[in-house]
């Protein structure tokens, strides 16, 4: 697939911090990262960060929209560490 075409040429890892462990919470929190198109990918990780997501969108505007609208609102985050991507050097692709 050709990103750029797709629209999703901007590539982030947002590393993301919880302050809660209550099962019911993760879970909601999970959901709503699965829900989104932008995330691409999400895994929980043992101890911190807790959650590595890969965030595909189409250009810098589009990420500040997703992470103001979608991302730092969400239940339980009390951090949010986002790295852009310079260069793909391999992948699943």
Known sequence: MDAEAAGRA???VVA???GV????TVERLESLLASYDEVIECRRLFGRPDYFIRVA???HAAYETF???KL???PAV???DSHLIMK???GDD
Do not use: M, P, Y
């Open 10 to 12: 901007f590539e982030v």
């Open 16 to 18: 993301v911090e919880i």
């Open 21 to 24: 462990n209550d099962l019911q």
């Open 57 to 59: 969108v189409a250009d």
């Open 67 to 69: 992470l103001t609208t």
């Open 72 to 74: 730092i609102g969400l």
């Open 78 to 80: 009390i951090r949010v």
């Open 88 to 90: 793909k050097i391999k």
